[in-house]
């Protein structure tokens, strides 16, 4: 078999020692690193997997797929994790394994390897997609393996180890908390913040201003949709407008960012079991999701609606658990895609110190329709009609208190 | 049969010309005042009643009772409609019907009387609140009603009908929409409202100040909770603190309207098959859910949470078509109950031109307790279960993956 | 306007009065008899419409269409109602509702009516049919037009006004209850069956015959599916096969109904708010649901299956309430489909005096196939994987045990 | 920390072999057997516990309390797995884990262990009770175990270390496959049943006779319900009547398996990942399903049972997952238990060769009765209602009508 792993590199302390850990146990390491918009200097990544032992760097940009094939089908459907997680992390993590796979897949190696701990969700999400995409993967993930936890309990082995092999250690951003950064969120947690009463101090944040210091003039945006999905973004105070996907995205994110828009701090349930207490920042997505429920209320149908919003929880929950390439997410998807299919229009927002908030939407798909509503007039129903709506709604719950209170009489 | 009737009385046009209509038409009219919190000058209502033919006035202080009977299990509940209306009007409704029929039960009234219009929702949800609580009431609906609207067309018949019969009609508010006000919100709808596209301007708002024109410094309160209830909130600014229902609930609005908290314009399916456009404030009720929902992050179950999110939904559905009696809601209350009785703890937050955050959390019935951690530590899971965990979730999926292609290979 | 009215026509006593009572009012009555399967001599009816004044008569035999357009997707969903009810009165009702408005259409007619009465299911999945497929469409439903209702309040004056126009009565069936005969059931209700308590007799039943008068030797047969349809059923014991699918199904009602298969007596939630009670007779229907669930068993994924389950029962109720043609049927068959396509193999079945039996089933998309049997062993789990899959699937119970008797301790 | 071990003792190969090594490994050996009413000399078991080195014997009598506390809440909910499996095995988990637990507690004992293999659903079920009961239990589940793995492979090893130990080995049963009895089903899997497409023959069968082979007349027999729960069973032909649970339950048992009922045959999902087929025999049970079902039709409300269906369809897969001492479940029985609050009655059945159908029914709280029925006539709909009925319900199908059209026409 094929000693070839491609080992999801970051450049940073563990997968660098584990980089060099692989190639020492016998591996040939080939690096890949997946550019889903996070603040990087991607050549000095590149070069440093070289030094470490990589015998081959892919640094792919994935950040144009990752909002056209991931963030906005997601975004569609209305994905959120318990009310309120814009699932910025999960959402990434299955266009990483998939370019990875492939990546095995072209290369000819047999395994996969990643970084992921042991007690969080990504070690899910990542294997579970390796496994979806190739059953045959061989998976390599460190802190499950025996011999790695031997080697190293913890980030003081990981120091030495570095030492001793030359591997050059960034200074510490002096941040006592770990952050996963893409296009569509950047998120903080453990270290100080696991203690759930602890208050964030503003100095966590790197996405979005505090909202205290946020211009104090609204910033007024639009966003048109089809089908659905964003098509245009437009400033409605200075004109400006972006069309192409990644760049209506990236405004959005711009935008909100400056006005303080989309941190949530929550504890959320992870797929493992525990609680954890996360801090997000997703500024564009924060508005973009506002937007697609609205314009969803004027376009959509209610029993659709209805249908979805059940649908949606499960399927926010399948993104969150890792399961985005599975049987059961085509088969949510089929039916949100026919859901979209008259999400038409536009609307009209504003963003000011940390808020979002709707001025008015417009879409041809509705029942406010000029069209539609005289045609309501002459043949729709009259106020009398009511009457035999209800009393037939009625008819059950007069029978429930006869029934009752038969019953207590009893 | 008895030819009492109650009528539900604001004091406005229509009710007035109603309650001389009935009383023209042989009726004794009762009327009946529920003070839901409004802002009303109660005497003066009362007054005009008996000066337009009521032979008795019922003006009933219903606060308390909203608060701790409808709010708190609503909220409670998480409930809300379409992802972000939080059911101001709809919840008040049944606290009104049902304190109509116990009047018209002890003043031996065989029917009831209310102004609504037969095309939105409160018609609905006042009578199916009547019907559910007494089958054998009579309702007499005078928007659907053939006599009535033959008499009355519109507004102008009204106020002839008002001149001619020395009803006092007051100087027009101006107001070119009508409103709902109660202690939980005031809704904002129909006429200029009525085109979704349209952009409110501030002269619409009552009940919060403009974010733009709301505090530059923020405001902290926490709110505690004890079986999903609140039960106190403190500002931690000013170390003000209060603990009586009605006082919480009144102090939630006090501090979210100051700070510009809980406006929403949305546009919503009504029961009645079409669609409206709604402007809602709700100041106290938007910190209140916020801080509900954290709580439980911290303190819920997660299967538990899925559960309870999925009849959330449909809870929120039945509140606001009208059958907060009935079975079904019953049958739904009884899981909630049941799911908030480890929802203790208390939630900081911090209300901020228009937005509530969430600052930290505190639960002793919670993963993150002192005693619970280091049992897990113990007695726990460690980090190589979660390698069979996935594997053996992988399954299905490796599974799917290789019939999948076995298919298109055929 | 046009004065066209197009009747859904049966021959029998309701709809002939009502062809002759609207040509009366002065309506050009076209006659539309729908060949859904039901035991009838289409010619005496077609001559009957004409006798009684019909300008034309459209026979049309539906039954291949009903057969592959809305029999099949409806059990390839596994639509079934409450529970139990197989849906054969509802499932035919769109088919029929859309060949009257094509005719409408044609026919430049701007009416059509039908003799369902004013407190039945019928009524609604007629009309919403209607109203969905043609909005503009005027619709006579006599038994709910008041001055039908003046004319006739019974039996009796039917009979009068039938004597009086020359209107041919059949002698009397002697059943004292009333029935709905098509392809795929036939059901009785009302007169002696209102009351639940009733013993059904013998002689109710047509469709099948007596469990205790089938044969004493099982019938053997198998149902080959490809996407969750059936498109083969041979009998095991005679070789005999069929392939089309208006044949497949016909053959399932033949050796049902000889077997005794299909009978079911239930008190049902009619969407009129109201009980009912209803014996149905559905021979090939209920082998054909038995079979599908058992080929799904074998070949759908589990996550899928629970997700479907979730839909089906809204689907099913979706269909008995009379929404087959609404944007969220479409929702929710768009799921459907995809959940289908891997719906493919064989099931053998056992029938005997009134049981269907499950005896073997084999699928070439399943989790069985030798192939992938091999590939799970040598990558699949071993057993100690399910140590740490129970280990952290217990995480949460093992948190909720502990905060539950701290709560109880305090 | 203690050396005590109770183990669930069957008295079969594995059991006896696995008490023995845990005595040889030192620990002292508690075996425990719970007698759920399967077939079983229990006095040889407890001699054989002994002779094979347990330092005490408890065979635990758990029969009435299974059928009141797990079997009745169980079918109170509808509980049922993937359509068509009563969960007659995974009921009967928690009850015998529960009475395990307490025998630890009481004895002091540290571990609990079981013999259940490591790819089945009863390794979990048995698991996750014991963790949920008592977080600090250690569990030694020998076929996950390495040490135990590595001395024994399979049945040859397990033969040979009981020859050496003296352990006696009944004769083989020559039966093929393995079996799980109780008083609710026995089910039989694995072995020749594990091709799918097998045809089981008349063998298999220990619980129920051959339909071909059952009386040729029917039994016709009556269940009362109260509060959803079976009350009292009475042969109609006969007139022996049973009302203690116990006497019910085995009666229903009885009657059940003389007429060939509750035999099933199907492929389900573990919840291990992997597809099973399992051939059960449920005799009492079946009837009593169908009988509940039955009186719901008649006693329950629409909207309650649309939502309790949905809940039960989780419900059945916690029950089969192992998930009964849950939060979760918690949950989901208070909405049960508050369902079932008017489900009283008395359904009449006939069992026939295989078959279970209902005769007839009665409630008194129902929609049927007398005094309602009269009620509704004076105060309740007239047929005119139900027109504004549909036309309210057509309102949106109209405009998705009219909104599609205009689509497809841009």
């Known amino acids: 078999m094929s000693n070839k792993v491609v080992l999801a590199y970051s450049g940073g302390l563990d997968t660098s020692v584990l980089l060099k850990w692989l190639s020492l146990k016998g591996f040939e390491v080939i690096a890949y690193v997946a550019d889903v918009g996070q603040e990087e200097d991607f050549e000095a990544v590149r070069k440093k ?20 094939d991931y963030i906005f089908p997601a975004f569609k459907a209305n994905a959120i994790y318990e009310g309120r997680y814009l699932l910025g992390t999960a959402i990434a993590r299955p266009i ?40 045959e993967i061989k998976v390599i993930a460190p802190w499950k393996d025996s011999d790695f936890l ?24 002096g941040k006592s908390f770990s952050e996963d950064d893409n296009l569509l969120h950047i ?8 203690d759930p009463a602890y208050h964030a101090g503003e100095e966590i944040y790197s996405k979005t201003v505090s909202p205290e210091l946020a211009p104090d003039t609204p910033t007024r945006i639009s966003i048109e949709f089809k089908d659905g999905i964003p098509i245009r973004v437009t400033n409605l105070d200075d ?17 909100g960012g400056a006005n303080g828009i989309g941190r949530l701090d929550m504890v959320e349930n992870r797929f493992i079991g525990i609680k954890s207490r996360g801090i997000y920042e997703t500024p564009g997505g924060t508005i973009l ?55 038409d229009g536009v609307v009209d927002l504003k963003l000011f110190k940390g808020g979002v ?15 539609f509503s005289s045609m309501e007039i002459e043949g729709g129903f009259d106020q009398t009609d009511s009457q035999g709506f209800i009393k037939i709604n009625a008819i059950r719950l007069m029978a429930h208190h006869a029934i009752s209170h038969r019953k207590v009489g009893e």
């Open 187 to 194: 998120s903080h947690e453990s270290g100080i913040l696991e």
């Open 49 to 68: 997997a070289i030094e470490t032992g990589a015998s081959k760097v892919f640094v792919e940009d994935l950040k144009r797929e990752f909002v056209t």
């Open 239 to 255: 004109g400006r407008e972006e069309r192409e996907p990644l760049a209506v995205f990236t405004y959005l994110n711009e935008v």
């Open 150 to 173: 031997r080697d190293f309990k913890g980030r003081p082995e990981l120091l030495a180890f570095a030492a001793e092999h030359g591997i050059e250690v960034k200074a510490s951003t």
């Open 289 to 343: 999701h506002l937007a697609h429920r609205d314009i969803e209320g004027i376009a959509m149908d209610r029993e659709v609606m209805r249908l979805r919003d059940m649908l949606s929880a499960k399927l926010s929950e399948l993104i969150y658990n890792g399961f985005w390439f599975s049987p059961e997410m085509e088969f949510l998807m089929a039916a949100v895609d026919k859901s979209q299919e008259l999400i």
């Open 96 to 135: 990483i394994a998939k370019r990875q796979i492939e990546i095995a897949d072209s290369e000819g190696a047999a395994y996969v390897s990643h970084g992921a701990t042991g007690k969080g969700n990504d070690q899910v999400r990542f294997e579970l997609a390796y496994y979806a995409l190739n059953p």
């Open 357 to 371: 908030s709707v001025l008015g939407r417009v879409s041809h798909s509705s029942l406010y329709d000029q069209e």
